[in-house]
């Protein structure tokens, strides 16, 4: 156990586009925060990959800027701990030196090939689900693997190790290649074993070069310590402990303070991702929705809407854009959405605005969005609030697909900002919506990572538990969307069951 007599903490949160940084106090306050754009590159279509150098130079910008904005010297920073977007694939060799441009989770490059698989074994998706308790995605490290072997063979000749964005920025900061759990129970890996599968490894192909995956650690553990070349491009001071940390999944979910019995976490941002830890790990309903590993011993079973506040935004740019010029253009979404009342006068918003489809509370890569039930009665504010009451339905379903009981949940993300949308949602639900205080709460879940690893929290769950504090509560009016949550089903499965031409599919 490292003694620590420093005051902060520090987290990191590696993004696809954006690197974020933020300090916390013994207690897990929020203290200051610091962000920078990076740029994604697309050679190709569907492809999604960054230069890692720029996400290294962009990683000790934040660093300088937060010290910087929280009045923090050096030497009060106690340890850092790293979250970030999971899985994709980023090389270097023997020297530490990146061979290619690291590859983002939401890079599609490997459909066809993964179609292809599919062709050969008919199960080969459930095969994935039944040790992982995932369904796969497109930029996991080992179909990115695969599709590397074939393709870029000359990059694996000289390649050391693969790893995550996250785990590449840890290595720039301490010399040291690895991983945590998180990360490679979805490489994908075994959900059961909390980390890599032999299974899966062979399944893909790839036992001869299963060396360049890192075994993985426990997020609460640490990896090393910031090395003198790091400290002088990130200003932090040479020998601070860094953790291994986790996926940004887990951290937020960590930051949020929903470890805790009976506490359900939606993460409503770009998409929207709803999920409850479980002591043990739950595959069911099968081949549907993601399973997380989480520190401490938890799991953590998920759906996901795969559009979350884009609705809001392209409702904001489609059918409102004289809102746009005012000084707070959400907040004025919200208050038009309130003439209407609860229910939208019966319009309905399927909120599956998305080019993929959806992954719940179905499999349905053609299914659209779109309004439905409109009569000549409905206003704008009508299909304005339908869109805020589409996204909250579909929050409802996914936990409704999951199947456990929930408390309350714990909100937060961009959609978490807006009061009116909080207490919908609450509504919706038909229970508890929590706010907590904050806004980085990846970064938030990393440092206390970090603070778990030195000592300063007795293990992981009591870290987030205690460092949790509630700043907005919704308490329910049950029943007031019982209705239009059967109606939006109805509509919700009609739209989902629908296949346009393969022209208008984009994949």
């Known amino acids: 156990m490292v003694r620590a007599l420093s005051d902060v903490l520090l987290g990191l949160d590696i993004g696809t586009s954006i690197v974020k940084a933020a300090v916390f106090d013994r207690h897990g306050r929020e203290r200051a925060t610091a962000s920078s754009r990076t740029t994604t590159l697309t050679p190709f ?10 996400l290294w130079d962009a990683t000790c910008g934040v660093i300088r800027s937060v010290l910087q904005s929280a009045g923090v010297a050096p030497a009060d920073v106690a340890a850092v701990g790293i979250s970030g977007a999971m899985v994709g694939a980023w090389i270097i060799d023997d020297a530490g ?23 050969e074994d008919a199960a080969f998706m459930s095969r994935i689900f039944a040790v992982s308790g995932s369904v796969m995605q497109q930029g996991c490290t080992l179909p990115l693997l695969r599709w590397l072997k074939h393709h870029e063979p000359a990059v694996l000749a000289k390649a050391h190790a ?66 003198e070349a790091a400290s002088r491009a990130t200003g932090l001071r040479a020998g601070t402990p860094v953790a291994i940390g986790a996926g940004d999944v887990a951290c937020s979910v960590i930051g949020a303070g929903a470890l805790a019995p009976g506490i359900a976490c939606s993460i409503l941002g770009t998409t929207c991702l709803n999920g409850i830890a479980m002591p043990v790990p739950v595959f069911t309903p099968p081949d549907l929705g993601l399973l997380f590993t989480l520190p401490g011993d938890l799991w953590l079973r998920t759906m996901v809407n795969i559009a ?25 979404l919200g208050v038009l959405a309130a003439e209407s ?27 659209r969005g779109g309004f439905a039930g409109l009569m000549p009665r409905h206003r704008r504010s009508d299909l304005v609030r339908a869109v805020y009451e589409g996204v909250a339905f579909a929050i409802r379903d996914c936990f409704a697909t999951i199947g456990h009981e929930v408390g309350a949940v714990r909100l937060v993300g961009g959609g978490a900002r807006s009061p009116f949308w909080r207490q919908l949602i609450a509504d919706v639900l038909g229970c508890a919506v929590e706010v907590p205080e904050g806004q980085e709460f990846g970064a938030k879940g990393a440092a206390l990572l970090a603070g778990t690893a030195i000592g300063w929290f007795a293990d992981i769950r009591a870290a987030s538990i205690d ?41």
């Not at 279509?45 to 720029?54: I, L, R, T």
């Not at 059918?319 to 004025?332: E, F, G, R």
């Not at 109805?490 to 984009?506: F, G, H, K, N």
Request: aromatic share 8%.
């Open 45 to 54: 279509p569907a492809w999604s990959e960054a230069d890692p150098d720029q």
């Open 467 to 507: 460092c949790c504090e509630i700043l907005h509560r919704h308490t329910p009016q049950s029943g007031v969307y019982d209705a239009a949550f059967a109606r939006y089903r109805l509509y919700a499965a009609a739209l989902a069951a629908v296949t346009p031409p393969d022209e208008e599919i984009t994949s």
């Open 341 to 367: 009342p609860p229910g939208a006068q019966g319009a309905v918003y399927v909120p599956y605005l998305s080019d993929v489809g959806i992954i719940a509370p179905i499999v349905a890569p053609a299914a």
């Open 162 to 227: 693969v790893f995550g964005a996250k785990d590449y920025i840890r290595f720039r900061l301490t010399g040291v290649v690895g991983t945590d759990i998180t990360e490679a129970a979805v490489a994908p890996g075994s959900a059961v074993a909390r980390g890599r599968s032999p299974e899966m490894i062979a399944l893909f192909g790839l036992e001869d070069i299963a060396q360049l995956l890192p075994p993985p650690s426990p997020s609460e553990s640490l990896a090393g310590i910031v090395t």
């Open 308 to 332: 979350g506040t884009t609705n809001i935004d392209w409702l904001l740019t489609t059918l409102c854009p004289d809102l746009a010029a005012q000084p707070d253009p959400y907040a004025a």
């Open 97 to 119: 030196v990146a061979l290619r441009p690291g590859i983002f989770w939401n890079d599609g490059r490997t459909q066809k090939m993964i179609a292809a698989m599919i062709a």
